[in-house]
């Protein structure tokens, strides 16, 4: 009775946090996703484009920039002239 006890008060204690959790402690988009066959869809799983060719490498699909990224992108800027 009391292991009863213990786990739902485990149960109850990790529902509570999910429900005090803030929704915009959501992890943001990552940079990459890996397009495979039609059932396996979109997998936006990698920051690099590299981890992203290492696993489409096993031929199951192919790598390319996520359009959901809103995170920071790398811009080359022209010197200026003067």
């Known amino acids: 009775m009391k292991r009863l006890q213990a786990v739902l008060v485990l149960v109850a ?17 990552f940079r990459y ?10 997998d936006c799983t990698y920051n690099s484009l590299q981890l992203c060719q290492v696993a489409a490498s096993a031929g199951v699909g192919f790598c390319e920039e996520n ?9 080359v800027r022209q010197p200026r002239r003067r």
């Open 67 to 75: 359009p959901a990224y809103t995170g920071s992108r790398q811009v």
């Open 13 to 29: 204690g990790f529902a509570g946090l999910l429900l005090i959790s803030p929704a915009s402690a959501e992890m943001p988009p």
């Open 33 to 42: 996703c890996m397009i495979g066959t039609p059932n396996m869809g979109r």
